[in-house]
C-alpha cells in the first residue's frame, strides 16, 4: 500500500533542532522564580538570595525584567513584584502567562511574610505609607491578591516568614534545595531590631491579617 499520498506534520512539541554536527539539541529546562510579599517585607533580601545561588535578575526597584519581556531572558531567571508595586496591584496571572509563553516549565512563587507590625514601621520609615493604617490595609490586600491568583493557578506558595529566614541557616538551605541551588554565601541580619512593635497602636486590621495568616498557614 503506497503511503506517498499522504502528509505527515510535525511530531507533538515540533521537530527537533540540530547543532551544526547534526546533533539533537536538548533543551534546558527553564526555571523562574517569582519573589512576591508586601512593600518592605524583605523581597529584596530573597530575590538577593536567588541571584547568589546562579538566578538572572535585579534586588534593586529597578528590574531589567520590569517589562515581563522573557522570551530573551536566561533560563534561570528571579523576578521580584512588591504588592503593591509602583502604587498598582499586579497582574499575576499575566505574569505567568507570560512566564509559560516563554517556555519556563519550573515556575516557583515565594511569597514572603514579615510580622505586620514590624512591616508597617518599615513602610512609614522609607514613605510607602503615611500611616500605620494604610499599611496593614495594603498588608491584608496583598495576602488576598496572592491567594487568589494561587488558587486559580493551583500553585502551592514557597512561604518566607522573615524572622525565621533571617536567623535559619536550615529554612535558607531548605529553600535552596526545593528550588534546585546551593545556598550562596550572604550575610543576614534582623531589621526589626531597630523598631519597637509596641510603638505602634492596636488595629482591627491587624487583627484581621493574623487571622487571615493563620487561616493561611503561615503562622
Known sequence: ??????TFGPPRGGWPEFDENGRIIVKSERTAVVVLGPEASGTRMITEFCIRAGFFGDSGHGQRLDYLEFDAAPDKIVFRRSLPHAGAWPDLLDIHSRLE????????????????RYNVLAQLRVGHVREAKQGYENILR?????????????????????????????LRDVIA??????TPEMEFYNANDKYNANSVPPSQKLDAIYTLARKLRII
Open 177 to 182: 534545595a526545593v528550588l534546585g541551588v546551593e
Open 142 to 170: 496583598a495576602l488576598n491578591h496572592s491567594w487568589e491568583a494561587f488558587q486559580i493557578l493551583d500553585v502551592e506558595p514557597l512561604v518566607v516568614v522573615y524572622e525565621q529566614w533571617v536567623e535559619s541557616e536550615e
Open 1 to 6: 500500500m503506497s503511503i506517498h499520498n499522504y
Open 101 to 116: 509563553k516563554a517556555n519556563y516549565t519550573n515556575i516557583h512563587y515565594i511569597f514572603v511574610f514579615r510580622d505586620p
